[in-house]
């Protein structure tokens, strides 16, 4: 425990601590994936093809951003903690929460009424991974850091595609 702070295993310990949360948590954080598959069926029937595709090279960039980081950091997986679920290899960044936040940057210009429930769910899914005990609080503070910057380079990425007349007129959020 010596490469982290006190503040962060306390804060681990804390929120690990509430079994009864366990249910939910575990049902956010391993269901994840589904939930990515509802957005991108809700995306792609709002939005239509081009707003999906461009969803989906932003998730599979924010994926291999985490699996590439990951290594580059080394960081454990916490230990002593009530382990709700079980996984393996490094602890930095976390992807659920890169991931998470990277689609709700993305998604939040297109969410109309449900921006808030966007977040909502991206911080939600976040905490989960400390809840259940996979994550220590600082894995998913950089994982929602750097998951923000991969959402705004995607936003940034839609808008020259726009501009350059290469994504049609799907590409403007809604409200705009």
Known sequence: MSMF????YYVLMFLNSFSFLDPF???VSLKFDY?????I????YYKGREQTILFLALLVSAWALALALKPVFEV???EDVRFVTCTTGYSMPSGHSLMSF?????LHPRAGKYKLLVWVFAITVSLSRIFIGVHYPSDVIVGAFIGCLAG??????EKMLTKYGLLG???TPAGK
């Open 76 to 78: 454990p997986r916490p």
């Open 25 to 27: 948590m575990l049902f």
């Open 169 to 171: 007129n799907s590409g």
């Open 102 to 106: 990277a689609l709700a940057i993305f």
């Open 41 to 44: 069926a809700i995306l792609y």
């Open 35 to 39: 939930f990515l598959f509802l957005i």
């Open 152 to 157: 705004i380079f995607w936003l940034y990425v």
């Open 5 to 8: 702070s006190q503040f962060d």
